[in-house]
């Protein structure tokens, strides 16, 4: 079975300075990955995957995170915090198998101070 | 850029009484998907559906519960018999293909009273 852990509840940032979401993840093959943002009372936007290829996954708003097999972590990750960038980040997973349907983590609230 | 849409955006119902949740995925996706939040919560699994029938159901996807593609184009859920904690914010996604992104709609908080 698939399982997601998001280890940290919150994420506290200054603005400008880098900021990292952490995940890390479980499935029985081969892992597909998401991260997904959700805003006050708005719906989950989907902010990039990995599904294959590049360990490094560039997705919106200059998100990007790093696959890392060997730590089976998926880390999310910004140069550089904005306000803007406050809100609820989830990490996500589901196997190559299957109707493939997504496990979620716990989400992690992330705070950019300015 | 094509979006899941859903109605209504926020239902009050009594407990005991039938609640209908709608769905407009995306129009050339084939799997779908219900999922709910509890109050900011973690994002739960309902059920998913595929070639008109369900391919995977939660524990929480009770017979209290049910999907339906009536018309190509609409899917819904529908909660027979309300219950005070199915007070939630319950998600539709929608995607096209294996390996593609789930796509989800903005929710339909429902409030059980």
């Known amino acids: 079975a698939q399982s997601v852990a998001q280890p940290e509840d919150q994420v506290n940032v200054a603005e400008g300075n880098p900021l990292t979401v952490k995940c890390t993840y479980s499935?029985?093959?081969?892992?597909?990955l998401f991260w997904y943002v959700q805003y006050p009372n708005r719906g989950l936007q989907f902010l990039l995957k990995?599904?294959?290829?590049?360990?490094l996954v560039k997705g919106s708003y200059g998100f990007e995170a790093e696959f890392n097999k060997s730590q089976t972590s998926f880390h999310l990750k910004k140069p550089s915090a904005l306000v803007s960038d406050s809100a609820l980040y989830f990490c996500?997973?589901?196997?190559?198998?299957?109707?493939?349907?997504?496990?979620f983590g716990t989400g992690t609230r992330l705070l950019v101070s300015p | 850029e094509p979006e899941v849409t859903q109605t209504p955006s926020h239902q009050v119902t009594q407990m005991g009484q039938e609640v209908i949740l709608r769905c407009v995925p995306i129009?050339?996706?084939?799997?779908f998907y219900w999922y709910r939040q509890i109050l900011g919560q973690k994002v739960e699994f309902l059920v998913s559906?595929?070639?008109?029938?369900?391919?995977?159901k939660s524990e929480i996807f009770d017979d209290q519960f049910s999907v339906e593609r009536p018309d190509g184009s609409n899917f819904t859920l529908k909660i027979r018999s309300t219950k005070l904690e199915d007070s939630a914010m319950y998600f539709c996604?929608?995607?096209?293909?294996?390996?593609?992104?789930?796509?989800f709609g903005e929710g339909s908080w429902l409030t059980v009273v």
């Open positions: 996500a997973v589901r196997d190559d198998r299957g109707f493939q349907k997504l496990v």
């Open positions: 996604a929608s995607m096209r293909g294996s390996g593609n992104t789930i796509y």
């Open positions: 129009s050339n996706h084939l799997y």
């Open positions: 990995y599904i294959t290829g590049d360990n």
């Open positions: 559906f595929y070639n008109n029938e369900i391919s995977e």
């Open positions: 499935v029985s093959g081969n892992p597909y």
